[in-house]
């Protein structure tokens, strides 16, 4: 084999895939892999949003999957845990195509598909089953998965899993595997919560790391502008219209915002759609189709709902909302710049929480420019230099011989510079909506004083929940009830106070509204508890302080029904 092969060490089968798909080069987490004796240890791998970590587990599952099925091992051999549906298909897409040139078989199995079609596709016994975590309970529970002969198993986006509160049902996948397995886990960020997860899930593990933990894409341009938080929508046009060629994913913090801004952009001649979690699946579906196919331009999305993309092509991303901290921002931002191509991420700062955002940024190991939002005159410019742009490569195409008589026709009855002024000005695209003035809001930087600790800087809405301590409640499992009951992220909630009968959670206030609509619906999987937002009891203040002495014998109305 040449030493300049870019697939050096790769299995054959997978390097004829490979070969097919113009891989110029592995990617550092897929060297990190071929590198490292895969066979061998569970894996922690740590790398970009975007960078190829789907095609590096490939790579370290193929020697033991494709032996094993050699020797006649029934399957599944191996089991992937994806947290959306999304993500699941596009995960057993890209190892399908890595696996062409190998025996093995791929079966996904997601939330929304057909039961009936999945349950015949497992009774086959494929190699590696694909899935999210609800569905392969589901199949575990009815008995149409058996993974008895399972020896390797992969939580891909782990930090996702656990912060949709997927934790139980991961524990629930896990009991059903061998206890001889190897269990690896892929993820872009590892805050402390996921590694002690990880920690209990694997033991021992080899960390193997194509970039720095939090830190995002080189191929991304950050750029920060800090404008009047009132004027974001029209920083937004100015960028789409500064931008024409290029797929932009826009996101915003709450359903109704998505739809909002989605209405309004294609009221100003932008084709938008939104994206949130109360589309029907097969909506949903569509609305992805119509983005990856250029059909729709702008998609609006809330972070839930984006939770999975793999979108080619996009070549902006722009935080409309502010992301609610680093590991946010690297998720969000991982959206363009995927496979070596060059992306922007372009964050709209409202004034006030500049200093937040720089904070966040330094946080997320991400050096972004803080700059004036462009001018009207700037955008203007812009608008004629991608024109001319495409002037330039639709004249570079063409071949005129056809139109020479027309042109000497022309060149004889008018100034050629007058003449090449008017067709330019016929040729212009006409814009779908008028730039916008927007003003510069950034402050002088001023210097830091310590601060003490707090907090934070978002405040928080209290909701009561009915379950606690005596019934099973702790901080995990209901950080865990919060996010899948109110679709929330764990970085949206604060502070859990479990009580013996009951607790009090905070919920940060800019996903409070939308989350006491989705977490006050009744669940039947947990039908006696019920959250609801807190409300202070009668006599509060007093409670906070020293009870007044009272006269042997008689009890207050509180006391009575405490």
């Not at 219209?241 to 294609?266: G, I, K, W, Y």
Request: aromatic share 4%; charged share 30%; net charge positive.
């Amino acid at each position: 084999m040449p030493s300049n092969d870019p697939s050096l060490g790769v299995r054959d089968e997978l390097r004829a895939s490979m070969k097919r798909r113009s891989f110029v080069e592995l990617t550092a987490v897929q060297r990190a892999v071929v590198d490292h004796d895969a066979r061998v240890n569970n894996l922690r791998i740590s790398s970009q949003t975007g960078s190829g970590k789907t095609v590096a587990m490939g790579i370290a599952l193929a020697d033991d999957l494709i032996e094993r099925a050699a020797a006649g091992a029934k399957g599944p051999l191996a089991l992937l845990v994806a947290p959306t549906r999304e993500l699941a298909v596009q995960v057993h897409r890209e190892l399908s195509w890595l696996f062409e040139e190998t025996p093995l078989s791929l079966v996904v199995v997601t939330g929304g598909a057909n039961m009936r079609r999945e349950r015949r596709a497992l009774r086959q016994r494929p190699e590696l089953v694909v899935g999210t975590p609800g569905r392969l309970l589901d199949h575990l529970r009815q008995g149409t998965l058996d993974l008895g002969d399972a020896r390797q198993v992969v939580l891909d986006e782990a930090d996702q899993m656990l912060d949709m509160g997927f934790r139980d049902e991961l524990d629930a996948i896990v009991e059903a595997l061998p206890a001889e397995r190897r269990s690896h886990l892929v993820s872009a960020t590892f805050p402390s919560h996921v590694r002690r997860f990880a920690d209990a899930f694997q033991g021992r593990a080899e960390h193997l790391q194509g970039t720095a933990l939090g830190e995002a894409h080189e191929d991304i341009d950050h750029v920060a502008y800090v404008v009047d938080a009132r004027q974001r929508y029209e920083a937004l046009v100015n960028e789409l219209l500064m931008t024409p060629d290029e797929r932009c994913l826009v996101f915003v913090r709450r359903r109704v915002d998505a739809a909002e801004v989605a209405e309004l952009l294609e009221r100003d001649g932008l084709n938008a759609q939104p994206l949130s979690g109360e589309l029907a699946q097969a909506q949903r579906t569509r609305c992805l189709e119509a983005f990856r196919r250029g059909k729709v331009r702008v998609l609006v999305a809330t972070d839930v709902a984006a939770r999975g993309l793999d979108i080619a092509d996009v070549g902006l991303v722009v935080h409309l909302d502010p992301p609610s901290d680093a590991a946010n921002y690297t998720h969000r931002s991982g959206r363009t710049g995927r496979a070596g191509q060059k992306g922007r991420s372009l964050m709209l700062v409202p004034a006030r929480g500049e200093r937040r955002a720089r904070r966040m940024l330094e946080l997320a190991k991400v050096k972004a420019r803080f700059t004036a939002p462009p001018t009207v005159e700037e955008v203007e410019a812009a608008i004629r230099a991608a024109a001319q742009r495409r002037l330039d490569a639709e004249l570079a195409a063409l071949r005129p011989d056809h139109d020479l008589a027309l042109a000497d026709r022309l060149l004889a009855e008018h100034e050629p510079r007058e003449l090449v002024a008017r067709l330019l000005a016929l040729s212009a695209p006409v814009q779908p909506t008028a730039p916008r003035r927007v003003r510069d809001a950034a402050r002088p930087p001023r210097p830091r004083a310590p601060s003490k600790r707090s907090h934070g800087d978002e405040s928080f809405a209290r909701f009561y929940v009915t379950w606690g301590r005596r019934r099973g409640a702790s901080p995990k499992r209901v950080l865990a009830l919060m996010c899948r009951r109110g679709d929330i992220a764990g970085g949206d909630v604060g502070r859990i106070a479990v009580g013996d009968h009951a607790t009090v959670v905070e919920v940060a206030a800019h996903v409070a509204v939308d989350f006491a609509e989705r977490a006050g619906a009744r669940d039947p999987r947990d039908p006696h508890v019920m959250i609801e937002p807190y409300r202070e009891p009668r006599h509060a203040t007093a409670q906070r302080t020293r009870p007044p002495k009272r006269r042997a014998g008689k009890r207050s109305r509180d006391a009575a029904h405490a």
